[in-house]
């Protein structure tokens, strides 16, 4: 049974920094694909940032690149989503997602997440 437990959430002022880890569990984590999500009532969720399994490709969505950081850590089986120069649109709640199948697919692909964790919020004043 796939666990995905996030971490680092919280309050931060607009230009600020904020870290976000994800502990996973229940299956080997160097198999799989992870990524970020992140959503605000009423909208959908939006992919943010994917790592493949051995961490040597990323996806970043236009709305966050070059201020995210998207790594991982498959000896400690965790992924991590470093946050900086956050602006008050980047509030949401955060969760990771593990891929549904092993090796390479496409990080873009929304469909190829199947296992998700509960979620941390951030929030970004003005």
């Known amino acids: 049974q796939v666990q995905l437990v996030e971490s680092g959430g919280g309050l931060v002022q607009a230009g600020g920094s904020l870290r976000l880890s994800c502990a996973a569990s229940?299956?080997?984590?160097?198999?799989?694909?992870m990524g970020w999500f992140r959503q605000t009532p009423g909208k959908e969720r939006e992919l943010v940032a994917a790592v493949s399994w051995s961490g040597g490709t990323t996806y970043y969505a236009d709305s966050v690149k070059g201020r995210f950081t998207i790594s991982r850590n498959n000896a400690k089986n965790t992924v991590y989503l470093q946050m900086n120069s956050l602006k008050p649109e980047d509030t949401a709640v955060y969760s990771c997602?593990?891929?549904?199948?092993?090796?390479?697919?496409?990080?873009?692909?929304?469909?190829?997440?199947?296992?998700w964790g509960q979620g941390t919020q951030v929030t970004v004043s003005s």
């Open positions: 997602a593990q891929s549904r199948r092993s090796g390479y697919y496409s990080l873009s692909q929304i469909k190829e997440y199947g296992y």
């Open positions: 229940g299956r080997t984590f160097s198999n799989y694909g």
